[in-house]
C-alpha cells in the first residue's frame, strides 16, 4: 500500500516571537520544556542588499532567508519551539510529524537542510537517514534524540547524518550547528551541468548513468541524451526511489518553476521512458506516482 504522505505535515507560520527553553526541567523522555515566548523588538536592523554582501563578504539574512529547513519530530511543542526560533533568524521553515509528512515535503519542495528527531512513532530518524542516502538525497541531516550514548551517536553519523544534538538542547546551540552544516554544504550545480563530485555514476538495469561525463550506456554502447534529457534524469536519479512531484522536478532540472497545463515536462519523461524502458507503456525505472509526480526506481521494483 503506497504511503499516506499527507500524514503530520505541518507549515510554519512566519513573523512568530522567539521561544526559549529552561534546562531545569524535562519530560522523562528528554523533551525540552517550559517554552515561554518573548516580544518580538518593536524594530529591526535593515538587511543588506545583494550589492551590500557581495562588497563585504558577510552574510545577510536576506541570503539566510533563502534557506528552507524542515523539522521533523513527532512533539509539537519542539516543532512549534524551532518553527518560532528559526523563523526569527530569518529561516523559511517546514514541520513535519512523521516520516510519511517528510516524504511529501521532499516530494513537492525543494530543502537545504533536515533537522530530524530520532525517537518516532513508525519509521525512526535512523531508518529515515538510512533510506535517504540510499537513495541518493545528500541533503545535510542533524539528527536530535534523547540518548546520549555514544554508540547512538555513532550510529547516527555512520547512516548518514551530518550532525547530532542531544535532547534537552538550547536553541542557540542548534542554530550554531544548522549555520556550520550550511557552511560545509558544496556549491550547488546548475541544471544540466556535469556532477562536480569525479566518477559519479548510477548504475540500474543493464545502463550506467555517468553524471560527471553526462553520458548513458547500455551494455558498453552510448545512448545520446540532450540536455534537458540528461537534466531530467539527473534529477530523478540523484532522489532514487524518491517521489517528486512536477513543481519540484522543474526546478531540480530546469532552474525554474512549473507552470500550470505546461506539458513538456511530461513530454520529455516519455523521451526519457522511450531510451531506457523495455517497455515505455509499462515503466520499470521511471515510474508514475498518482497524485504526485515520478519516481526514479534502479532496481525495477514496483514502488508501493
Do not use: C
Amino acid at each position: 500500500m503506497q504511503a499516506d504522505f499527507t500524514s503530520g505535515l505541518v507549515e510554519a507560520l512566519p513573523g512568530t516571537a522567539t521561544p526559549t527553553v529552561s534546562p531545569k526541567k524535562s519530560s522523562g523522555h528528554g523533551m525540552i520544556d517550559y517554552i515561554q515566548p518573548i516580544p518580538q523588538p518593536a524594530t529591526q536592523k535593515p538587511t543588506q542588499d545583494a550589492g551590500d554582501q557581495a562588497a563585504t563578504g558577510s552574510q545577510s539574512p536576506a541570503t539566510i532567508a533563502a534557506d528552507k529547513i524542515v523539522v521533523v519530530d513527532d512533539d509539537a511543542r519542539i516543532l512549534d519551539l524551532l518553527q518560532r526560533y528559526l523563523t526569527q533568524e530569518g529561516y523559511k521553515v517546514v514541520t513535519a510529524q512523521n516520516a510519511n509528512a517528510l516524504t511529501r515535503v521532499l516530494a513537492y519542495q525543494n530543502v537545504n537542510l533536515i533537522v530530524l528527531d530520532v525517537m518516532m512513532p513508525g519509521e525512526d530518524g535512523l531508518s529515515v537517514a538510512r533510506r535517504l542516502r540510499a537513495g541518493g538525497n545528500k541533503t545535510p541531516i542533524i539528527m536530535l534524540t534523547a540518548k546520549d550514548e555514544d554508540a547512538d551517536r555513532i550510529i547516527g553519523l555512520e547512516v548518514g547524518a551530518d550532525d547530532y544534538l542531544g535532547k534537552p538542547f538550547n536553541p542557540r546551540e542548534l542554530l550554531a550547528r544548522v549555520r556550520a552544516v550550511l557552511r560545509r554544504r558544496p556549491a550547488q550545480e546548475m541544471p544540466g551541468a556535469p556532477s562536480s563530485e569525479g566518477g559519479e555514476s548510477i548504475r540500474f538495469g543493464p545502463f550506467i548513468f555517468n553524471l560527471t561525463s553526462r553520458t548513458l550506456t547500455r551494455d558498453g554502447q552510448e545512448v545520446p541524451l540532450s540536455t534537458g534529457e540528461f537534466a531530467m534524469l539527473k534529477a530523478l536519479a540523484r532522489n532514487a526511489r524518491q517521489p517528486l512531484a512536477r513543481e519540484k522536478l522543474a526546478q531540480l532540472s530546469r532552474g525554474r518553476a512549473f507552470a500550470p497545463y505546461e506539458r513538456s515536462l511530461d513530454v520529455q519523461i516519455s523521451r526519457l521512458r522511450k531510451l531506457i524502458e523495455p517497455n515505455p507503456a509499462n515503466p520499470r525505472y521511471l515510474q508514475t506516482v498518482w497524485g504526485v509526480g515520478y519516481v526514479f526506481v534502479p532496481d525495477g521494483a514496483t514502488y508501493a
